[in-house]
């Protein structure tokens, strides 16, 4: 997927070169993604991630399709941006100074279940990991409940307490009641910054 025609037809032309690449389609936006891969269902999506993309909605999309291997194009090789990427739902990317070549290699690798990344940006991912299931242990110490998380979750998709009481078969008032609960916990003064933190910090609501 990219929202830049000339680049979605130069990297769909160049891989059409390619005999051991099947191409299923092209994208240029987040909607029509979801919709190509429930139709084809492709074993690997490459997104580009270079005009500012919700990594949230990719991160929905991927946890819908768990068989299909997400791979972010153009990322900026930095701790940080990798270890977003993963917390969206990527397994791989393709760094924006890779040639053609590069990518296809990526392509395989990702395929085949292998990273390849510079070992400064390894070492990064091995401690965001240990610091996410310090935090995870942490909310489930303090925080919230599985209702709790399942209403959490719900809000940083944008629903209203109405749809998230039809989504759970709940009543509104106990979904209200709930909401309070995760907005004291989180020490949270509104529900916009519960959606925030949800996006930040997606294990809170797992």
Known sequence: MTQTRLLGDGLAACLRTRSDIALRGT???????????ENVQPQLALVDVTQGIDLYDVRSIAAAHPDVAFVALGLVEQRQDVIRCGRAGFTGYVSRDSSAE????????????????????????????????????????????????????LIGQGLSNKEIAQELTLSVATVKHHVHHVLDKLKLQRRSQAMRRVREAPWLSS
């Open 27 to 37: 994208v240029n936006d987040l909607g029509a993604l979801r919709q190509t891969i």
């Open 102 to 153: 590069q990518l296809c290699e990526a392509l395989f690798d990702v395929m085949a279940g292998r990273l390849a990344c510079p070992a400064e940006i390894s070492g990064s991912l091995l401690r965001a990991l240990f610091r996410s299931g310090n935090r995870t242990e942490q909310a489930l110490e303090d925080g919230l409940t599985r209702r709790e998380s399942q209403v959490l979750g």
